[in-house]
């Protein structure tokens, strides 16, 4: 089953697991302690992301390294990028809005004054 990038990260373990390994490389038991499930469920979830792409595992011994990989977060960013320029737009306009306002409410209050 192929998940795309919001159904893996729809789920609050796995952002978990992804917040956890901002730190950095992580062995599974360090993400066990941290995601509050048994280690078969954290393992089922690293095989969920490392399928989306977003992690990567290093053996390491009898231990495998997590961590995460840059371009799944890229390819988030890029999407997003053009729906931010519509809500910074609206956000300017309601700036500018509220703006207008403050200021014909400054100068009401000057022209009421004795």
């Known amino acids: 089953m192929q998940l795309d990038a919001f159904e893996t990260l729809a789920d ?29 469920g954290v393992s089922r979830h690293l095989k969920i992301l490392q399928d989306a792409g977003f992690v990567s595992v290093r053996p390491d011994g ?3 390294l997590y961590a995460l990989k840059a371009e799944p977060f890229r390819e988030l960013e890029a999407w ?21 306002n403050r200021k014909a409410a400054t100068d009401d209050k000057e022209r009421s004054k004795p």
């Open 80 to 100: 997003l990028a053009d729906y931010r320029k519509v809500w910074e737009a609206r956000l300017d306009r309601f700036g500018a809005a509220l703006e207008a």
């Open 12 to 40: 609050p373990t796995r952002r978990r697991i992804l917040a956890r390994l901002r730190d950095g490389e992580q062995p599974v038991g360090e993400l066990v302690r941290d995601a509050g499930i048994h280690q078969s």
């Open 62 to 64: 009898q231990r495998r």
